[in-house]
């Protein structure tokens, strides 16, 4: 991602240079005259930051997007700056990045990004990109504004989905079954022409969904153009362009076939290969002796285009059976999408310690499950039309199951959870449901532990282990022994769960095997409500330590016998040994 920068004033370089500086190898000056510096960023760059008024970029850059060949979907995010740095202004691509961008200027020079998008300050999905994470593209840009149009003005608008891919959520008047739509959004099929006689071809907006892949095979040195023609032939006879191929699948001796990985990185896909025995196990119409005696398995293209395209779906159907030419084969399977669920951590509490790949996996998902006090920490952050399933405390298994049945259906599901969401919380329940029929995506969040810890000092420098002491889904009598055998291994502890109003003497019993193992001045920190509000932070001793202080909203970090307070912080040294003689990198700290 290159970012040229335009400054026309001092002021304004000097605003340049700190982006220069704050985004190394990503940002660079542009030179020369203004109107011509801009121009060049607008042609050569993928994005542009102008230091200059919004009238007098209008004035340089409307001519290029009069120009032949100029569409919104492919002109860079530019962004202006006002002298004052009060304003970082989304001047022209909001649909696939300014208003990131304008944020992103912000985050360094301060003041505040002005976004004037309808589908950003209503967050509603943008339909240049939407589903660009499950490779959708649209396949003809022209009827983009007047759909688009028709999404926001609240129409109603019908959506083809025949294949369900799990699609990030639009607005409720976008529907399987609207009435008399005045637009329709149409994802991984061309719409037939029947279907479509009841709007017109401006108002359809089609995606192109990559559902194929090319399986391919071939002799000993063969010719890059050759396994191209082979693929093209295959192409042809589906019917179907390139733009749908999402790999090239092929049988793992061919890894470093020079025809077939050149012919991949010339379509830009990636290549997957497969063991022999793999591709054996498929079931193929054109099974073939000579190539089971030469490789081990009687399909190599057909065979593997079915296994890769099962592994990246629900199922496959072989599409074109194989082709071949003097020394190339090839096969296309289809595949049907699979529902999607995210496994989401929402950090500790404030909304900064909550990742920007969580927001963006929240802004993808259809349907949000979780627990209520948790989805009203988000609820903000959700796109019109996103479906909630909020439930109470003590219905995990409830969630994960919803959850997991949702996506199974082909959803985009997001379940959600405080912290990090695989840690004491709803990740596991979800995986031991999940089969392979749906595709998991985790988001790590900030634990307790680490909010807590940044909080008492650095606690966690060494080695540390985290014990829950809820006896609800453990016996007492295994939680007992992993306290004990921490304390023999001098670990420091970070107890979750530690005491509930039912839960009331397992803490005091724990600090106490802990306090058989070390000294009584050894350091204790607890964290109330870390990063939220009414946040309380505690630094004590393993001897004066008062569990009675301590409820099922707090952490508490118990250190070891290295663990010292130094100027009022909890410290657990990594234990370097500082010398002039230990060269930085030798023995030193990395970060
Ligand atoms: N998934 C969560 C943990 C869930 S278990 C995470 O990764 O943080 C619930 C326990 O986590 C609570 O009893 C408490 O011990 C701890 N906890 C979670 N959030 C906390 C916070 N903001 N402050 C203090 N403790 C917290």
Known sequence: ????????????????????????????????????????????????????????????????????????????????????????????????????????????????????????????????????????????????????????????????????????PLPPNVTPDAHAPEAVISVGRTPSASAESEVSRETTLAYDAPDLVVGVGSARGVATSEVREVIDGVLRASGRDPSALRAVATIDLKADETGIVEAARELGLPLRTYPAADLAAEDVPTPSATVQAAVGTPSVAEAAALRAARDAGRSAELLVTKHTSAHATAALARLRPRGRLAVIGLGPGDRDLLTPAARTELARSSVVVGLDQYLDQVRDLLRAGTSVRASGLGQEEERARTAVRLAAEGHAVALIGSGDAGVYAMAAPALELAGRDIDVV???????????????????????????????????????????????????????????????????????????????????????????????VTLTTLGAFDPSEVDMRTVVIVGSSQSRVLAGRFVTPRGYRWSPHTAPGADGPRG
């Open 442 to 536: 985790g988001v790590p969040g900030i634990t307790a532990a680490t909010a807590a810890a940044h909080l008492l000092g650095a606690p966690l420098g060494h080695d540390h282990a985290l014990i829950s002491l809820s006896d609800l889904h453990t016996p007492w009598a295994a939680i007992e022994r992993r306290i004990r055998a921490v304390a023999e291994a001098d670990l420091v502890v970070c107890l979750y769960n530690p005491r509930s109003r039912g839960r009331d003497w397992q803490l005091a019993h724990a600090m106490a095997r802990l306090a058989a193992h070390r000294p009584p001045d050894t350091p204790v920190g607890y964290v109330r409500e870390a990063t939220r509000p009414g946040q309380r």
């Open 1 to 168: 991602m290159r970012t040229g920068l335009v400054a026309a004033t001092a002021g304004g370089r000097a605003a340049a240079e700190e982006l220069v500086r704050a985004w190394p190898g990503a940002a660079e000056i542009v030179e020369g005259p203004v109107a011509a510096a801009l121009r060049t960023a607008f042609g050569t760059c993928d994005q542009v930051v102008a230091f200059l008024a919004v009238g007098a970029a209008v004035r340089v850059l409307a001519p290029l997007l009069a120009a032949p060949g100029s569409h919104k979907a492919a002109d860079p995010p530019v962004v202006c700056v006002d002298e004052a740095r009060r304003h970082a202004i989304a001047l022209l691509g909001t649909h696939h990045g300014a208003g990131g961008l304008a944020e992103a200027v912000t985050a360094v020079l301060g003041g505040t990004p002005v976004i004037t998008t309808a589908s950003d300050s209503t967050r509603t999905a943008a339909l240049d990109t939407f589903g660009a994470h499950l490779g959708l593209r649209v396949a003809d840009p022209a009827p983009l504004a007047a759909v688009g149009t028709a999404v926001m003005s609240g129409a109603p608008v019908r959506l083809d989905n025949p294949e369900r891919w799990p699609l990030p």
